[in-house]
T-cell receptor, first 111, second 116 residues
Framework: KNEVEQSPQNLTAQEGEFITINCSYS?????LHWLQQHPGGGIVSLFM???GKKKHGRLIATINIQEKHSSLHITASHPRDSAVYIC?????????????FGKGTHLIIQP | GAGVSQSPRYKVAKRGQDVALRCDPI?????LFWYQQALGQGPEFLTY????????KSGLPSDRFFAERPEGSVSTLKIQRTQQEDSAVYLC??????????????FGPGTRLTVT
């Protein structure tokens, strides 16, 4: 089973700061998802990537397949970015064994 | 269009009671997933449907858990003889295509189950 580790577990920053959240996994994957979960449980998919880099607004996600590592960056952070950010991986080799999730990074952006 | 919806949003059950949790995926989405999220933890995979076929139920924690999607759209997760350790948020997600793990998943708001 893939082991997914995220760091940091908790992060508090000031508005405007550049934020980096890291995700590492133990076994080769076919795709990696970054998800955002707000209080109350709603989960929104931010990115799905299998190589390189993707950008959407102030969010940037990168993945290094060889190093089994991905990062999520937030530029010009804002209090509304406060949420739990979850990394999830889809294992390679086919098979319907679900996504494996990290425990999440709890981000608080203070005004 | 509408996103993934789940009902009820909150459920309190007495230990030993049976519960049924409903998921309405996005219309036309082929793949449907159930996840369990304990407090302070990331979600964990329970089971996966492609249309009406349950292709993987390896994540179901015990035989008290049962899921179905008889017509390939709405799905129900049933938990029999609930135990306190079943208390969690149950998340449903759907994706448009087959092999949904390689496809963006759209999550419902979850059902928070509390077993007393």
């Amino acid at each position: 089973k893939n082991e997914v580790e995220q760091s940091p577990q908790n992060l508090t920053a000031q508005e405007g700061e550049f934020i980096t959240i890291n995700c590492s996994y133990s076994v080769g994957i076919s795709a990696l998802h970054w998800l955002q979960q707000h209080p109350g449980g709603g989960i929104v998919s931010l990115f799905m990537l299998s190589s390189g880099k993707k950008k959407h607004g102030r969010l940037i996600a990168t993945i290094n397949i060889q190093e089994k590592h991905s990062s999520l960056h937030i530029t010009a952070s804002h209090p509304r970015d406060s949420a739990v950010y979850i990394c999830a991986v889809a294992n390679s080799g086919g098979g319907a064994d679900g996504l494996t999730f990290g425990k999440g990074t709890h981000l608080i952006i203070q005004p | 269009g509408a996103g993934v919806s789940q009902s009820p949003r909150y459920k309190v059950a007495k230990r030993g009671q049976d519960v049924a949790l409903r998921c309405d995926p996005i219309s036309g989405h082929v793949s449907l997933f159930w996840y369990q999220q304990a407090l302070g933890q990331g979600p964990e995979f329970l089971t996966y449907f492609q249309n009406e076929a349950q292709l993987d139920k390896s994540g179901l924690p015990s035989d008290r858990f049962f899921a179905e999607r008889p017509e390939g759209s709405v799905s129900t997760l049933k938990i029999q003889r609930t135990q306190q350790e079943d208390s969690a948020v149950y998340l449903c997600a759907s994706s448009e295509r087959l092999a949904g793990f390689f496809d963006e998943q759209y999550f419902g708001p979850g059902t928070r189950l509390t077993v007393t």
